[in-house]
């Protein structure tokens, strides 16, 4: 009869508490999160409400309802050492300590770990401390990408022709990055199509979850701004529409190698998520990046589907035992599309832009599963925060009904929201589909 500790309060994080409340046996869960999520609060016993770096808070919140382990949704208490406090007072916890979150937190130690330990996946890259040898480096590569090396809330990687468009501007931002961050990274610039790999992992045993593709672009058509993700979508049959057989596999492969690595770098066995970022290229397979964590939308997609006892599954991670524990996963679609107010990602000159508040009503959303991320419950209703607001999952036996599912809830919740309309459709997917064809054969 576990009590377990919840850390977050976003959509990612009201997806795990459902996986935590459908557990089979007794548990009561507890959650600690920066800003309330209705969602979250209506499956807990207790909430409490503090920043991810109060660490005494947390301690004191675990210490007070005798948690028996804790479970971490967002990187940020990660990077800010939640683990590491919780377990100064013996409470394991699911996710990484503030040194293996590295692979996250610290694009560089990642990459040099691969190169290391002669990992598959790294694309060309180079790491500067300063911007001396950038300008010669980026005259090598046909088109770069600039990433700080640290946290940047998804939004600090830079693309050549999408952020900037010439090597002088990548040069004046990698000088920008330096002022802030110890060290900044160029790689080549890749082309091909974009999915996350979530892997559970005891650092030992690694299990894949089914492959999802997110979708950033704030508008139809994969258009406008980057956000933090406007959806996702998963296949019945664990693959991904463009994948060939095996390319799945093959991140696992790379996944499991790099928790090997970790170990042997290390000493220390990184239990908890490893959700990798990959491209397919015309020359295979290659590694964006990684998460230490699940993915916000991606957990949508692939919680619901879990077929085991998501209690169980956080046990046997904690012990080290994940190789005893058959994990599957329903053979069923997901589309998740996210409500966001209408100003969402939208540039300061648009007329729209100032359209991030307001009240929503929810209709009948039919078998449609929401979960919150950033809204405000009052005493008269719901209202939208300034960010993301709903994830909206449709789960079918295809892609198409799960995507008619996801459709229909989003036009049962009214007021001054937005959503992407193309997300999970024939259309858009197969546009995916024509691109990476064309990839193959260049």
Same mark, same amino acid.
């Given at each position: 009869?576990?009590?377990?500790?919840?850390?977050?309060?976003?959509?990612?994080?009201?997806?795990?508490?459902?996986?935590?409340?459908?557990?089979?046996?007794?548990?009561?869960?507890?959650?600690?999160?920066?800003?309330?999520?209705?969602?979250?609060?209506?499956?807990?016993?207790?909430?409490?409400?503090?920043?991810?770096?109060?660490?005494?808070?947390?301690?004191?919140?675990?210490?007070?309802?005798?948690?028996?382990?804790?479970?971490?949704?967002?990187?940020?208490?990660?990077?800010?050492?939640?683990?590491?406090?919780?377990?100064?007072?013996?409470?394991?916890?699911?996710?990484?300590?503030?040194?293996?979150?590295?692979?996250?937190?610290?694009?560089?130690?990642?990459?040099?770990?691969?190169?290391?330990?002669?990992?598959?996946?790294?694309?060309?890259?180079?790491?500067?401390?300063?911007?001396?040898?950038?300008?010669?480096?980026?005259?090598?590569?046909?088109?770069?990408?600039?990433?700080?090396?640290?946290?940047?809330?998804?939004?600090?990687?830079?693309?050549?022709?999408?952020?900037?468009?010439?090597?002088?501007?990548?040069?004046?931002?990698?000088?920008?990055?330096?002022?802030?961050?110890?060290?900044?990274?160029?790689?080549?610039?890749?082309?091909?199509?974009?999915?996350?790999?979530?892997?559970?992992?005891?650092?030992?045993?690694?299990?894949?979850?089914?492959?999802?593709?997110?979708?950033?672009?704030?508008?139809?058509?994969?258009?406008?701004?980057?956000?933090?993700?406007?959806?996702?979508?998963?296949?019945?049959?664990?693959?991904?529409?463009?994948?060939?057989?095996?390319?799945?596999?093959?991140?696992?492969?790379?996944?499991?190698?790099?928790?090997?690595?970790?170990?042997?770098?290390?000493?220390?066995?990184?239990?908890?998520?490893?959700?990798?970022?990959?491209?397919?290229?015309?020359?295979? $397979?290659?590694?964006?990046?990684?998460?230490?964590?699940?993915?916000?939308?991606?957990?949508?997609?692939?919680?619901?589907?879990?077929?085991?006892?998501?209690?169980? $599954?956080?046990?046997?991670?904690?012990?080290?035992?994940?190789?005893?524990?058959?994990?599957?996963?329903?053979?069923?679609?997901?589309?998740?599309?996210?409500?966001?107010?209408?100003?969402?990602?939208?540039?300061?000159?648009?007329?729209?832009?100032?359209?991030?508040?307001?009240?929503?009503?929810?209709?009948?959303?039919?078998?449609?599963?929401?979960?919150?991320?950033?809204?405000?419950?009052?005493?008269?209703? $719901?209202?939208?925060?300034?960010?993301?607001?709903?994830?909206?999952?449709?789960?079918?036996?295809?892609?198409?009904?799960?995507?008619?599912?996801?459709?229909?809830?989003?036009?049962?919740?009214?007021?001054?929201?937005?959503?992407?309309?193309?997300?999970?459709?024939?259309? $858009?997917?197969?546009?995916?589909?024509?691109?990476?064809?064309?990839?193959?054969?260049?």
């Amino acid at each position: 009869m576990p009590n377990v500790l919840l850390i977050g309060n976003g959509a990612r994080e009201h997806a795990m508490a459902e996986a935590i409340a459908r557990s089979k046996g007794k548990r009561s869960l507890y959650s600690y999160m920066r800003a309330n999520n209705p969602g979250i609060a209506a499956l807990s016993e207790q909430v409490f409400l503090g920043g991810y770096g109060d660490l005494d808070a947390i301690s004191d919140f675990a210490r007070k309802h005798r948690i028996d382990f804790a479970v971490v949704g967002p990187e940020d208490p990660l990077n800010l050492g939640a683990v590491d406090a919780l377990a100064r007072i013996g409470i394991p916890g699911v996710g990484p300590t503030k040194s293996l979150a590295r692979l996250e937190t610290s694009k560089a130690f990642t990459r040099n770990l691969l190169e290391k330990y002669g990992i598959p996946g790294n694309p060309r890259f180079r790491v500067f401390t300063s911007t001396e040898g950038i300008e010669d480096y980026m005259r090598e590569l046909d088109a770069v990408v600039v990433k700080p090396d640290g946290l940047t809330g998804g939004k600090g990687v830079m693309v050549e022709g999408d952020h900037f468009r010439t090597k002088k501007e990548a040069l004046a931002y990698c000088g920008e990055v330096l002022r802030s961050h110890p060290s900044v990274m160029v790689e080549e610039k890749l082309e091909g199509e974009e999915f996350s790999l979530q892997c559970i992992s005891d650092g030992k045993t690694v299990i894949a979850t089914p492959p999802v593709q997110d979708h950033k672009r704030r508008f139809a058509g994969d258009t406008g701004p980057n956000t933090g993700g406007m959806g996702s979508y998963s296949c019945e049959d664990h693959s991904l529409p463009f994948l060939r057989p095996g390319e799945a596999e093959e991140g696992l492969a790379i996944t499991s190698r790099v928790a090997r690595a970790i170990y042997e770098e290390t000493g220390a066995y990184y239990k908890g998520i490893m959700y990798a970022g990959f491209i397919v290229t015309r020359t295979g $397979l290659r590694l964006l990046e990684y998460n230490a964590r699940f993915g916000d939308p991606e957990a949508m997609n692939i919680l619901p589907l879990l077929t085991g006892d998501f209690v169980e $599954l956080c046990t046997h991670v904690i012990e080290g035992t994940l190789d005893r524990m058959p994990v599957s996963f329903e053979p069923k679609a997901t589309v998740c599309k996210y409500i966001v107010p209408r100003g969402y990602g939208l540039p300061k000159d648009h007329p729209d832009a100032g359209s991030t508040s307001g009240k929503i009503e929810i209709g009948k959303v039919g078998g449609a599963r929401l979960y919150y991320a950033s809204v405000d419950q009052r005493a008269d209703g $719901l209202y939208l925060s300034t960010s993301r607001a709903i994830g909206v999952v449709g789960i079918a036996g295809n892609l198409r009904e799960a995507e008619e599912i996801a459709e229909k809830a989003v036009a049962a919740v009214r007021g001054p929201v937005d959503h992407r309309r193309d997300i999970g459709t024939k259309a $858009l997917i197969q546009k995916r589909i024509d691109h990476m064809k064309k990839i193959r054969t260049q």
